[in-house]
């Protein structure tokens, strides 16, 4: 298994368990729970960015490994996945903010549409993960780097 692809994901996955419990503290009527699980899980999710772009940069992203035939199905979904990725990190970067100034009514509604998004990038991303690294051999790696700079 690959070292940082799976400590990522490790990451992210703990993000969503995070999300999952601060939803069901919330619903109980336990805030001060809820706000700590989530501040946890985005905490968690951000580790999981940082750990992702310093990869894409130093190392590079894996491309994919498995059977040509299949190869433009795994494009769309990758391509799914990066939309409800980057959707829910602006939804959860806005719902967070929402809450942290306390506008608890907008952040009551927009939270659980966020945690939606959250839980379906969360999983496409284990199955992008899954995909590239242990149901398949990944591809070839290149660094953002090498790239731009022809190494």
Do not use: C, E
């Not at 368990?17 to 069901?24: E, N, P, Q």
């Not at 433009?72 to 967070?96: D, R």
């Not at 993960?129 to 790696?141: A, E, K, M, V």
């Amino acid at each position: 298994m690959p070292f940082l692809p799976t400590i990522s994901t490790f990451f992210i996955v703990v993000s969503a368990i995070l999300v999952a419990f601060g939803w069901r503290f919330i619903i109980k009527g336990n805030a001060n729970a809820h706000k700590k699980t989530m501040i946890l899980a985005a905490i968690s999710a951000l580790i999981f960015f940082i750990i992702y772009v310093s990869r894409t940069i130093f190392i590079g992203n894996t491309s994919f490994g498995g059977p040509d035939d299949i190869k433009i199905y795994y494009t769309i979904f990758l391509i799914f996945h990066i939309f409800l990725a980057t959707t829910g990190a602006i939804f959860g970067v806005v719902t967070i903010t929402l809450a942290l100034k306390r506008k608890i009514n907008i952040h009551r509604k927009i939270g659980p549409i966020t945690s939606v998004i959250w839980f379906f990038s969360a999983i496409t991303g284990v199955m992008v993960y899954l995909l590239l690294y242990i149901i398949y051999d990944g591809g070839q790696t290149t660094s953002m780097l090498k790239a731009i700079l022809g190494g």
